[in-house]
Structure formats: C-alpha cells, structure tokens
Nanobody, 119 residues
Framework: QVQLVESGGGLVQAGGSLRLSCAAS????????MGWFRQAPGKDREFVAA???SGISSVKGRFTISRDNAKNTVYLQMNNLKPEDTAVYYC?????????????????WGQGTQVTVSS
C-alpha cells in the first residue's frame, strides 16, 4: 500500500521560508513522478509543482521542487512566502514517470500539512 507523509508545515511571517518534505513508501519511488498541490479555504485544490522520475520539474511560482530517491522523499522549498500562500499542502504520486499538473493523474495523496503565512 502506498503511503505519503508530509511534514514541515507551520506558521511563518511573510517573506519567510519553509521546506516541506514528503516521505513515500509502498511504491518504487524512483520510478514515478511526484507532485505538490495546495488547497486554501473555500478554494479548489491547485497545482504547485511536480517532478519526473528523472528530476525534470515544473513549478508554478516562486517555489522549488526536488527529490532524493535514496531517501524516498520529495521536497518543496518555499521562499519569500506571502499570505496568499496560506493553504494545506498535499503531496501526491502518479503511476507515470513524467510529471503532470493534472490532479486526476495522481492516484495516491498524503494527508496534507498546514502552511500559514502571517502578514
């Protein structure tokens, strides 16, 4: 069974940084693409970043995604955070090697980690 566990969220002031981590198990991590999404209160879940099995990535905005296949972990580095970045952040995995921004392509999701940016 695939499990994804996010960590690293919290409360930060505007302009600050956070690094989210997502530890994966139950699937050969290095073979598959991973993604980060977020959902703010009252809004739809939206794409943030994704990374292919080879490390090629796509990012929306100011963030950086990376992966460490030896640790079965994907990271989201968030710098210069703004109050509008406040949301629950989810990592997800897709049964494809190549990244995608489409939520429907992801078959397993983590439980989410809260990020709150104060002004």
């Amino acid at each position: 069974q695939v499990q994804l566990v996010e960590s690293g969220g919290g409360l930060v002031q505007a302009g600050g940084s956070l690094r989210l981590s997502c530890a994966a198990s139950g699937r050969t991590f290095s073979n598959y693409a991973m993604g980060w999404f977020r959902q703010a209160p009252g809004k739809d879940r939206e794409f943030v970043a994704a990374i292919s099995w080879s490390g090629i990535s796509s990012v929306k905005g100011r963030f950086t995604i990376s992966r460490d296949n030896a640790k079965n972990t994907v990271y989201l580095q968030m710098n210069n955070l703004k109050p509008e970045d406040t949301a629950v952040y989810y990592c997800a995995t897709t049964p494809s090697r190549y990244y995608t921004s489409s939520l429907r392509e992801y078959d397993y999701w983590g439980q989410g980690t809260q990020v709150t940016v104060s002004s």
